[in-house]
């Protein structure tokens, strides 16, 4: 894993109080102005590989503050926000309105209380890992498995005393190590991912940012439970951008992490972290009022996803979009169309037309509609609200452009089946209103 290092050069320049000491240190710290020798910082980046260097001179000081990314705020420390799930921190050596004294300045990489995610298994410098959220500054050492925070890297910038040992210049190894247990250790566990725990499902973390489970009818401690679905889940945010090829491939149920309850994390606040979910029914299953078949649950408790503004959407992993084996193609998806393009979908023709020629041209004999039809095909049910027009008729004037993992590329062409443009338009009504 490449990573960055922070190499900082105090430049001491006259006499003059701190560096944005009277406002700019963050909306939440106003500080009184001291007589000390200013600060300019100079940070520069080097690629562990190797790579070229990039230099940030006039790093802008006056960004850093006290009340972000840790609740409750650490008192002697300042943040900045750097992107790529990054930031840089300055330690002071009292609380920043009555700092005297520049300790560390450091690097903070985003993860989780995982050995997995501590970068370079800390043998570069991150060491210590505080939690997002907790009672205390103190209780937010360490945490919980899978708890939520920073990896930090603690760079001192001069030889000083602190904790009854004494520090040299640069990357201080031994700044309150944090010991991170291993993911799910291989073996299937309960009471994690999730907090609360989800009490009829067990999970086990297959790689880095993906994980499998069971899901049973009961608790997972009944010994009377019958295993309902199979599935696994892929790391992200609760966005449209994250969500797994746009939840064509079965990944259309959100769990965030932490939620005041179980139901309350069935999807989240827009950016929310949690996992994607797909869900796959090993039998005949009546739940929730619907009738599930063997195979990918499209219509478990789909989770629509906001779109979360990135710029451009994460680049999606083969890992993510990776088909069962049975899946002889994965071709690309389909783009989305616009809400106003969907909005037209009333006009395109008559539902009514398109339910009978849906029969009369066999489709029911390959796919299920609200409990009746084939299993050849994915189930239809609830595709109006999971897709849109444009993948609806797509899929029927080219059903090769994308076939659903799982299934077999066997669907016939409309020339095949004798359908006029009209007849697409009356089915693209009839399926665009299964929601």
Not at 164 to 174: A, C
Request: aromatic share 8%.
């Amino acid at each position: 894993m490449t990573l960055l290092v922070l190499v900082a050069a105090l430049v001491l320049t006259g006499t003059a109080s701190i560096v944005g000491l009277e406002s700019g240190w963050g909306a939440s710290t106003a500080l009184a102005e001291k007589e000390a020798h200013s600060t300019a910082l100079q940070v520069q980046t080097s690629d562990l590989s190797g790579g070229d260097e990039v230099v940030l001179a006039g790093l802008p000081v006056e960004n850093f503050r006290n009340d972000w990314p840790f609740d409750p705020p650490l008192p002697d420390h300042l943040f900045l926000d750097v992107g790529a799930n990054r930031l840089l921190f300055l330690h002071f050596d009292k609380p920043v309105a009555e700092a005297t004294k520049l300790l560390y300045v450091g690097v903070g990489v985003k993860g989780r209380f995982l050995a997995e995610d501590q970068p370079d298994g800390g043998t570069t410098g991150f060491t210590h890992f505080h939690r997002l959220k907790a009672p205390t500054v103190e209780a937010g050492h360490g945490g919980a498995p899978g708890d939520e925070g920073y990896w930090l890297q603690h760079i001192a910038v001069s030889e000083f005393e602190m904790m009854g040992m004494k520090v040299e210049p640069g990357i201080d190894m031994m700044f309150m190590p944090t010991a991170a247990p291993s993911g799910l250790g291989g073996k299937w566990v309960n009471e994690r991912p999730f907090n609360p725990p989800l009490p009829d499902h067990v999970w086990v973390e297959v790689d880095g940012g993906r994980v499998s489970f069971l899901h049973f009818d009961k608790p997972v401690t009944d010994p009377s439970k019958k295993l309902l679905f199979v599935g696994d889940g892929v790391r992200g945010r609760f966005c449209a951008e994250d969500q797994p090829a746009g939840g064509h491939t079965g990944y259309v149920h959100f769990h965030r992490f932490d939620a005041p309850t179980v139901d309350a994390g069935h999807g989240g606040a827009p950016g929310d972290e949690g996992y994607w979910l797909r869900h796959i029914a090993v039998d005949e299953i009546d739940m929730m009022g619907m009738r599930f078949n063997p195979g990918i649950a499209f219509d478990f408790m789909p989770t629509k996803a906001p779109g979360c503004g990135d710029s451009a959407a994460p680049a999606t992993s083969a890992q993510e979009t990776a088909s069962p084996a049975a899946a002889p193609v994965q071709a690309p998806m389909p783009t989305e169309t616009s809400a106003a393009d969907s909005a037209t979908s009333a006009n395109l023709g008559s539902a009514a037309e398109g339910e009978k020629k849906f029969a009369a041209v066999g489709c029911i004999g390959c796919h299920t509609v609200k409990g009746s039809g084939g299993k050849v095909g994915p189930e239809l049910t609830g595709i109006g609200s999971r897709s849109d027009v444009t993948y609806i008729r797509q899929s029927i004037e080219d059903p090769l452009a994308y076939v659903v993992p799982g299934y077999q590329p066997v669907m016939p062409s409309p020339d095949k089946l004798k359908l006029s443009p009209s007849d697409i338009d009356n089915l693209v009504a009839f399926l665009e209103e299964l929601k």
